[in-house]
């Protein structure tokens, strides 16, 4: 049996968009630094496992969406995914809609989607590194092939350019994107591999 939570953020329309930035190009040791110094408290160290999917003919490829299943460690979490006011370039977007679903059982999300008739994009490993600063969420994120970069969210986007700029950030270097537009920035196609994980990059 598996049993579906709709995560309360989810519930309000105004509520739907994810409220994070992404900065690349990080000094991590010297974030790590500024972290200690300024007292945030480190969360713990996460082993990310997910599955992309999306229906035959990628209808939702096409309206620059997704569905994702993620075991998260603690928890498992399916979600929509939307890039909203999409640019004519890879870092053009406005933000990121996300619903959000709490299930029970990774594979048992992945039958259920399956029997609706969608399909695996592909499959991905990634791992995290969480602080809590102010009460924002300051992730060091860690993903095959490129670089590590920084995910910084709140409940509202004063906090997050507040803790942005304390860590030593320019504001306007922020990006609203997905980590597949980060592959694409470093000539890296997601859709390309069935498999992308530390130890193995298999193509389709």
């Keep these: ?64 969406s997704w569905v994702r299943v993620r075991d998260e460690g603690d928890k498992i979490v399916m979600t929509y ?43 991905e490993e990634n791992k995290r590194e969480r602080y809590i600063l102010d009460d924002v969420e300051i992730d060091i994120d860690y993903w095959p092939m490129i670089k590590p970069y920084v995910e910084i969210e709140g409940n509202n986007w004063d906090s997050v350019e507040k803790i942005s700029e304390k860590l030593g950030f320019v504001w306007d270097k922020h990006l609203k994107c997905s980590t597949m537009q980060i592959y694409e920035m470093n000539g890296i196609n997601e859709n390309d591999y069935s498999v992308i994980t530390f130890n193995e990059q298999i193509k389709k």
Excluded: C, T, W
């Excluded at 991590?28 to 480190?42: H, P, R, T, V």
């Design 1 to 64: 049996m598996i049993i579906y939570q709709i995560a309360p953020e989810a519930l309000s329309e105004n509520n739907m968009e994810e409220i994070e930035v992404k900065f690349l190009e990080v000094d991590i040791a010297n974030l790590k630094s500024k972290l200690e110094n300024f007292g945030a408290e480190f969360v713990g160290n996460f082993n990310y496992k997910r599955k992309v999917y999306d229906f035959p003919g990628l209808p939702l490829d096409k309206n620059n």
């Design 81 to 123: 995914k939307q890039r909203l006011d999409v640019g004519n370039h890879i870092m053009g977007d406005k933000g990121m809609k996300e619903i959000e679903i709490i299930v029970s059982d990774f594979n048992l999300a992945d039958q259920f989607l399956k029997s609706i008739g969608m399909i695996v994009k592909f499959y």
